[in-house]
């Protein structure tokens, strides 16, 4: 059996990997001239820890050192707002960890067979019968997946009438700062704009910023530092030490639900099906979720059998996400003085457990 995967970011080749590892030919499309990933930090959750165990890398990611959970989110002034038992939710949910996006890129790309990695291949169109039509001319096979990200061509190739994604109303910042002490992973609203920041292994710090903007605008490192130069520490110390060359800017997406995620012999996963806001953190993890369910699907059932099973399975829990992680990022950007006053004054009130509840659909995942 033959699998033609587009793109070839982390959803991609963790297809890739586990299609391989069960027997299959793969070949892995990817339009960018290297398999390399466009990040910063990435921090991954218990689920997306069994995910990678389940193609058997998760080891080789535990080698670089656990991390804590998120701690909470903070005021501008540095008082909690929400407050996680950091210990309570490792004993309950298990291990989380900090990686470098481009690393994880790297250690999926090892674990596929060089032959069948296809750098510098443009697909412009995806049919249901398995045929790509691509820069290089035509290929076909068994299994297409689309793992082409938010503007995903396999997505529009399949259901060229539905609505693309939509802009949420916020662009984000991404960047590492020089290694200096932080105390855990957490987060600072303000009104319409926060930041966030995760210690990695090697002391260097993962940092995060949205805030409301126009579609398309761009803003500086300059800029940044003057926002948030009269948040809490070590917000101005973290921006002061970086490096314009190391932000990265993106604006954020959200894509309305599709009805199906499959169409003939075609799928697609990550992104391409389901991206969602960062608000909770699981894109990746539910890239690498999709991947393994659809491998095991289709190799055990059958390719149109295990595409039916793989869309039953992933279609409501990724979707209930994308709903989660909007509602869970709401609040971080209201603008009016009166809504954040409130929202001050009461998230501190609210008992840790409901915010609890919220997460343990997300991270209780097994394949």
């Not at 909690?80 to 790309?109: E, P, Q």
Request: net charge positive.
């Amino acid at each position: 059996m033959k699998a033609i995967i587009v793109g070839g970011g982390i959803g991609g080749l963790a297809a890739a990997v586990a299609l391989h590892q069960r027997g299959w030919r793969v070949e892995v499309l990817e339009r960018a001239a290297a398999f390399t990933e466009v990040g910063a930090g990435l921090a991954i959750q218990p689920n997306g820890l069994r995910a990678l165990d389940a193609l058997g890398l998760g080891e080789l990611v535990r080698a670089g050192g656990p991390a804590d959970p998120p701690a909470g989110i903070r005021r501008t002034n540095g008082d909690w707002l929400i407050r996680n038992d950091v210990d309570d939710l490792k004993r309950r949910f298990g291990t989380w960890l900090t990686v470098h996006r481009a690393a994880l890129v790297d250690l999926l790309r090892a674990a596929v067979p060089a032959q069948a990695l296809r750098p510098g291949t443009d697909v412009r169109h995806v049919r249901p019968d398995g045929t790509v039509v691509h820069s290089g001319g035509t290929s076909s096979a068994d299994l297409v997946v689309g793992a082409d990200g938010v503007h995903s061509v396999t997505r529009r190739s399949m259901w060229p009438h539905l609505p693309g994604p939509r802009y949420v109303g916020y662009t984000a910042w991404r960047l590492i700062a020089p290694p200096q002490p932080v105390e855990g992973s957490a987060e600072t609203w303000g009104r319409g704009q926060r930041f966030g920041h995760v210690p990695m292994p090697d002391g260097r710090v993962y940092c995060y910023l949205m805030a409301n903007a126009p579609i398309g605008s761009r803003v500086g490192l300059e800029e940044l530092r003057e926002r948030f130069a009269h948040w809490h520490d070590p917000i101005p110390a973290l921006l002061n030490s970086a490096q314009s060359a190391a932000v990265l800017q993106h604006d954020t997406y959200e894509l309305p639900k599709l009805p199906s995620y499959v169409r003939g012999n075609v799928a697609v996963l990550g992104d391409a099906a389901h991206a969602m806001t960062p608000n909770l953190g699981q894109g990746a993890c539910q890239a690498l979720e999709d991947a393994v369910t659809l491998a095991h699907a289709v190799d055990t059932l059958g390719v149109r059998a295990g595409l039916e099973a793989y869309d039953r399975a992933r279609r409501p829990r990724t979707q209930m996400i994308v709903r989660r992680s909007r509602q869970a990022g709401a609040a971080a950007h209201w603008t009016s003085t009166s809504l954040t006053t409130l929202r001050d004054a009461v998230l501190p009130l609210l008992p840790n457990a409901l915010f609890e509840r919220s997460l343990t659909p997300a991270y209780t995942w097994t394949i």
